[in-house]
């Protein structure tokens, strides 16, 4: 790992663990002001679907539920039960009529340069023509639609248009591949899909019209896909099936009443990795994930309205940008930034300038860009004024302490808080993660559950773990924002997250994580065969089922070798079909150019190896964790279960 002391260029001692402070407190000055207070925990200890119920109260109920939480059907819940609201006018309609329409929601950045401020009332008028024209187009409630987009206002616009007609928007991340398109578009039969004509990638205009075309040929729900001229590139039109969005939604009424929908209504599908080859539909409904997107938001953030300029780095294809861009900011009157690009667009000033530019005061990203940033070094940082950073927070991943505290120094000015916060697609929201203004910190450690929530960390046999102890991060009560299925497989939802722990009834998360000597918490990672790349969830059976489908391959076994920069990189073993050729590098590209094919360009291993067998149980199993040893270079431990030993001797070439 390169240190920060390398990666900053500086010459003090402040990298001895004796000279650093390992607990950061919080400033008297932040906690003065600090949005959570200790209140809020004691509430929750007291009496916590209570304290539910009040953070109910931050968003606007059509009709008021009737009871909190309603968990007879476990392992599905029902939240604020009875209660009716839209979405949408929760995060638009309702700032407008507080008199807040001429503050900036959105301020955008194009990666070539281009800029453009929306205002509540901007945002509003767009919303509801795009409303008007999905309803035009006959979608009704509960429809399914897909959206295909790069980080424009119009992704964010058109999920909001879903959220206001009661459509279940799926997005779909726009680097994925038209095969992995396809399958989303399937699994839940969308009607509509939006995307654009191409995305700017790195100063170029890259297509993104054709990977539409290619996915919805046969797509027998599809009926329309909605196109925004983003780049300006030729693309093919389909009459009957394909519009223009500057011919239809720019032309559409600018007024729609919204409706109230059912709390528990479905709002979104989000597509994520598994254990298996088969990625899974989560699913979200509305009042209880917007009361916890919105609590967390407000508190975790400390987020200030009207004040605080807010940039969340993520992308809407993840369940972060759902939930810290879209959701819970704008249902808390946010003015954010929302930029296109890459960090390194046209160079690796762009973040510092756009913090500059606008003002940024709460900054979240993910521990793979400051690790990234570091390699940079901060000279980069340094030539900006940061000053208005005075919050910053981290996802994704475990971050390393020496990430930590180069984040906070370098771009925290060493006084902004940073909140290390775990969450997951399936929870929805934030689940553990400091307070800024209450928690002292500790780099590295998420620290503790938020009042409202409540994990344990266990053995295999439930038995709690106290101080010092490492085992598996279970969730032992239903959260507002939880996961309420997995789409057309509610068998696989019960499986994966709930027959671990059955008698317990426990939410099981699929990460390790410890208590240190304090009791703080720490997130050690996944404990399954989810590999984590710069913060993306992929699974190895994915990547597997891709490499395979390669005709020259029999065999593979993949496995997440730990990476400097990206936590984890893919390292794949691979045995060849008889007869096939090993043509070295050339066939190695073309098997990482099927991986990204068929799945994503993120999923592209970083190393493939021809291998001429590889290490399995008797049973037949692969040993994965053999493998993860070889890929990280350490001593083999126990090879003694396996059936031929000398397999690995085979595998490095000896
Ligand atoms: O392993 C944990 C890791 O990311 C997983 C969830 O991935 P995903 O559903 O794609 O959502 C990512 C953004 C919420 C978790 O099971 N993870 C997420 N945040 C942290 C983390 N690991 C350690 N520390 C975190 N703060």
Not at 137 to 154: K, N, Q, S
Not at 203 to 219: N, T
Not at 395 to 424: C, M
């Amino acid at each position: 790992m390169t240190s920060a002391a390398q990666a900053n260029g500086s010459t003090e001692k402040s990298e001895q663990p004796d000279a650093v402070p390992q607990v950061y407190p919080p400033s008297p000055e932040f906690t003065a002001t600090a949005n959570a207070g200790p209140e809020l925990q004691a509430e929750a200890d007291a009496d916590r679907l209570e304290f539910w119920a009040e953070q109910a109260k931050r968003l606007h109920w059509h009709a008021p539920f009737t009871d909190v939480l309603d968990w007879s059907d476990a392992p599905v819940a029902k939240w604020f039960v009875n209660g009716r609201l839209n979405v949408a006018f929760n995060c638009v309609d309702r700032h407008v009529l507080e008199g807040n329409g001429d503050r900036v929601a959105i301020h955008f950045e194009g990666e070539p340069g281009d800029t453009r401020d929306l205002t509540y009332h901007d945002l509003l008028a767009e919303v509801s023509k795009a409303a008007n024209t999905f309803s035009d187009l006959g979608l009704v409630p509960g429809d399914r639609v897909a959206i295909y987009m790069p980080m424009i206002p119009e992704a964010i616009i058109a999920m909001l248009a879903c959220a206001r007609l009661g459509l279940t928007h799926s997005v779909v991340f726009a680097g994925f591949s038209a095969s992995a398109l396809r399958s989303r578009i399937d699994d839940a039969e969308a009607k509509l899909v939006v995307t654009v004509d191409g995305q700017w990638r790195r100063g170029q205009a890259a297509p993104l019209k054709p990977s539409v075309d290619e996915a919805v040929d046969g797509a027998e729900s599809v009926r329309n896909v909605l196109v925004v001229k983003r780049t300006g590139i030729d693309v093919d039109i389909t009459e009957g099936r394909d519009l223009w969005w500057h011919e239809t939604v720019d032309k559409a009424s600018d007024t729609h009443e919204p409706k109230p929908f059912d709390s528990e209504h479905p709002l979104f599908i989000l597509y994520t990795s598994g254990t298996t080859g088969k990625p899974k539909g989560i699913i979200h409904t509305s009042g209880g994930y917007l009361t916890q997107a919105s609590y967390t938001h407000h508190n975790v953030f400390d987020h200030k309205a009207g004040q605080d300029v807010y940039w969340c780095t993520a992308d809407i294809g993840w369940v972060t940008g759902h939930t810290y861009i879209v959701y819970g900011p704008l249902s808390n009157g946010v003015t954010q930034v929302v930029y296109e690009g890459t960090p390194n667009s046209p160079d690796e000033h762009r973040h510092f300038q756009i913090i500059e530019k606008y003002g940024v005061s709460i900054y979240y990203t993910a521990p793979t860009l400051v690790r990234t940033f570091m390699k940079w070094g901060r000279d980069i940082p340094d030539a900006h004024d940061l000053s208005s950073i005075r919050l910053l927070g981290s996802v994704g991943e475990p971050i390393n302490p020496e990430a930590w505290k180069w984040f906070r120094e370098v771009i925290g000015g060493n006084k902004a808080p940073i909140v290390d916060t775990w969450w997951q697609t399936e929870t929805g929201a934030i689940m553990i993660s400091p307070l800024p203004g209450i928690t002292a910190t500790k780099p590295g450690s998420a620290m503790a559950p938020l009042p409202g929530i409540s994990a344990k960390i266990v053995d295999d046999d439930a038995t709690e773990l106290g101080n010092g102890g490492s085992g598996y991060l279970v969730l032992d009560k239903p959260w507002p924002a939880m996961l309420r299925g997995i789409w057309g497989d509610m068998d696989r939802y019960r499986d994966t997250y709930w027959s671990r722990y059955p008698e317990q009834g426990w939410y099981f998360a699929g990460d390790g994580a410890k208590y240190d000597e304090d009791g703080a918490l720490w997130v050690l990672g996944r404990v399954d065969d989810v590999m984590n790349v710069s913060g993306h969830r992929i699974s190895t059976s994915e990547v597997e089922s891709a490499l395979v489908g390669h005709h020259g391959v029999a065999e593979a076994a993949v496995v997440g070798a730990a990476d400097e920069t990206t936590g984890q990189g893919i390292v794949a073993f691979v045995i060849l079909r008889e007869g096939v050729e090993n043509t070295g590098d050339a066939l190695i590209a073309e098997l990482k150019a099927e991986v990204a094919r068929e799945i994503s360009p993120i999923a592209k291993p970083r190393q493939i190896t021809v291998v001429p067998e590889l290490p399995k149980t008797r049973s037949g199993k692969i040993m994965r964790r053999l493998l993860k040893d070889i890929a990280e270079g350490r001593d083999l431990g126990d090879t003694s279960t396996l059936v031929d030993p000398k397999v690995f001797d085979a595998i490095r070439g000896k």
